[in-house]
């Protein structure tokens, strides 16, 4: 995977502050190019929090608004 160029963006993650990078390639035994957004947030303690969406290559705009629904509306509950 590669990162796509002008991908890398600031995210309101579930209300706080977050990054978003996109990636882009082939997984090996496919045929076909998938996107993989990785979005990271820091959550109470200093934890980090990972999320990986994958999304086909060739129509990542009709899976956008969803995308950006799920960052937004993370909610993650403390365990400890």
Partial sequence: LQVVAGSRRRATVG???GLV??????????????RVSV?????????LVYMLYVTPDDAPRE????LEAMIRNLKVAATR
């Fill in 21 to 34: 990078t996109v990636l882009a390639g082939t997984p090996q035994g496919a045929s076909r190019r998938e």
């Fill in 15 to 17: 209300g706080g502050e």
């Fill in 63 to 66: 899976y956008d608004d969803l």
């Fill in 39 to 47: 979005v990271t947030t820091e959550i109470s303690g200093g934890d």
